[in-house]
């Protein structure tokens, strides 16, 4: 049975050094789970190669996907897992010529525009940041826009996966933030980073080449000044990767960077994958004590704990979270403090949602605009109590988002 933790790890359990540290890279793992779909491209026993396409259409974005080492397909399955349980994985085992790859081999190499255009049209690249893909943004704007922001911003404590690129890998964001301008065509560039990294002291860049790293402090997540401004577009900075790499390599971009902490950590980093890569082998090449009690699949805020360590990360993991202890799980036990109110950048009451959920109590959901909670978590991570609010409330969210549309087709209806 999956356990699921509540969010909220707080961080007094969570001291880690991997911001400091160069990012580490792996890329000669035994094997990795792609994501695929029904429309899956090669058969099992079937040698793939690196960057070969291995899937269309995978939903809900409706992305391909791409073999990320050398190696022989050999089983589709699926995982025992409330988060995975409607996603169907090929397993590829290493043919064991995967070697790890310099990444300054990418340092000042120049790429043309059709070579951007390929990128963006073939690579399944995806925007994390609204999680549209780069080329349905790209067709939205057939005239340019005028700004575009480079979301950098690692929106949980102690997660430095984006931020780490910026202070290590300056060369390839800076040719990549240059070829998401050329693409859109963009008068103004900046960086956005979030400004506050939990007690960590750090000295961001305040320029990447010319473009300026700009640190937002209040607004969270930063993405939220997208609702109206139509001159700016947004990408994460995963996505300008992604661009810059599979033009300037003519296949698709097939790794991914994660942090990896926790107190059972032995070190903690920033870590370069092929996408697939189970969590198990990552904890393994980093190291980890004897006893670990808890495992997190993403950040302190939003990740969600897993038995199963041959899960796999993918694209959007930002962290993988190791403890010591068992953390604890849901309680149910308000104590009245208001802070889950205080931290809502919405402005919602979390709790009422929360209690108005359990009972079943659609009306008071509607007044209390349910539907407008972001799922960014705060509420959870704030609560002494340790509610999984935002688990209820995203809920509550679809019930009513659900309801709402069935009222719309039933008027049109009529
Ligand atoms: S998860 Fe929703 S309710 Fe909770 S703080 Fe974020 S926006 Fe507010
Ligand atoms: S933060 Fe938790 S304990 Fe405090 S009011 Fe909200 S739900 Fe209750």
New binding site residues.
Partial sequence: MQKVTNRGIHLSQFKEPAISAPIKSISNVNCVYLPVSDDICVSVSQNIKKGDLVSNEILPEHIASFASINGKAVAVRKFNCEKFKDKMFLKVETDGTNQNENIDRFNGREVTDSDLYFAVNCCGIINLTDKKTLKSIYESYPDGVKNVVIDAVDDEPYVSSKISQLLFRKNQVESAVDAVQRLFRAQNVEIAVYGKNGDVSIKLPSKIGKYPVTAYNKTYPVSRAMKSDEDTVYICLSAAMSLYYAAADKKAWTSTIVTVAGDAVLEPCNIEVPIGTSIGDILSFCGVKKNVGTVVLGGCMTGYSVDILDIPVLKSTKAILAFESELKYTSDE????????DVCPENLL??YI?RYYLEDNKERLYKLSADKCIECGC?SY????K?D?RQYIRNSRRALLKEMRQNEEDTKAN
């Fill in positions: 308000c104590i009245g403090c208001g802070r889950c109110v979390p709790y929360y509420c704030i609560c002494p109590a509610i609010l």
